[in-house]
C-alpha cells in the first residue's frame, strides 16, 4: 500500500507565502509524476502544479509565476511553495503521486487526504 500526506495548509494572509509539503510512503518501486491539485467550495478539482520524477513541471495558469513546484525523489517528497496568495486561492489542496508499486512498469495515482489554504485577513 501507497501513503500520500499533505502538511503545511492553514489560515494565510493575502499576500502570504506558504510552502505545502507532501510525502507518498508504502511499498513503492517508483514515482513518476507528483503533482498538486486544489478544490474551492463549490467547484470541480483543478490542477495547480505536477513534476515529472525529471523534473519537469507544468503549472495553471491561475498560479503561474506565483507557484514554485519542486520535489526529492530520495525522500519521495514534493513541495508546493505559493507566493502572493488571494483570496481566490483558497481550497483544499490535494497531492497525488503516480506510483509504481511492482517494478513492471506500471502504474497507478494515489491521492493524499488534502491540506485546507485559507487566504484571508
Known amino acids: 500500500q501507497v501513503q500520500v500526506v499533505e502538511s503545511g495548509g492553514g489560515l494565510v494572509q493575502p499576500g502570504g507565502s506558504p510552502r505545502l509539503s507532501c510525502a507518498a510512503s508504502?511499498?513503492?518501486?517508483?514515482?513518476?509524476?507528483m503533482g498538486w491539485y486544489r478544490q474551492a467550495p463549490g467547484k470541480q478539482r483543478e490542477l495547480v502544479a505536477v513534476?515529472?520524477?525529471?523534473?519537469?513541471?507544468n503549472y495553471a495558469d491561475s498560479v503561474k509565476g506565483r507557484a514554485a513546484i519542486s520535489r526529492d525523489n530520495a525522500r519521495n517528497t514534493v513541495y508546493l511553495q505559493m507566493n502572493s496568495l488571494k483570496p481566490e486561492d483558497t481550497a483544499v489542496y490535494y497531492c497525488?503521486?503516480?506510483?509504481?508499486?511492482?517494478?513492471?512498469?506500471?502504474?497507478?495515482?494515489?491521492w493524499g487526504q488534502g491540506t485546507q489554504v485559507t487566504v484571508s485577513s
Open positions: 497525488n503521486a503516480d506510483v509504481d508499486v511492482t517494478g513492471w512498469g506500471t502504474a497507478r495515482v494515489y
Open positions: 508504502g511499498s513503492i518501486f517508483r514515482i513518476y509524476s
Open positions: 513534476i515529472t520524477s525529471s523534473g519537469s513541471t
